[in-house]
């Protein structure tokens, strides 16, 4: 039972969204975004899908959630938008613009 328990939070905190960066300087122009990391003094930019998904980094928030919302904002599929968000996100971790947690 203590087991099963376990593996239930994991299952959990493996849906969670990791967080953004707190130190990363944001600039918003025409829906995009402008995101300068002072780390590496690299800019990145994000499109408007890109952007929801990166505001969407927040522990409270779920990758289910996340996919429901381009699903409904965006108008595609649930197989299109849950293969985005896991892309970007994958992304969004290998420029460490998000921590884990």
């Known amino acids: 039972m203590k087991l099963n328990h ?3 939070n994991v299952s ?3 849906n969670r969204m990791p967080r953004k ?4 300087t944001v ?3 025409d829906g995009d975004a402008l995101v300068f990391d002072s780390v590496t003094s690299n800019t990145h930019h994000f499109n408007e899908t890109a ?3 990166w ?3 927040e522990p409270n928030q ?3 959630e996340v996919v429901n919302r381009m699903i409904n904002v965006f108008d595609v599929d649930s197989d299109d938008a849950h293969a ?8 969004l971790k290998n420029l460490q613009l998000v921590i884990d947690e």
């Open 84 to 91: 985005h968000v896991e892309r970007v996100l994958k992304e």
């Open 55 to 57: 505001e969407a980094c």
């Open 6 to 8: 376990q593996s239930s």
């Open 27 to 29: 600039h918003f122009v």
């Open 21 to 24: 960066r707190d130190d990363l």
């Open 51 to 53: 952007l929801a998904i």
């Open 62 to 64: 779920k990758v289910d």
């Open 12 to 14: 959990q905190s493996l």
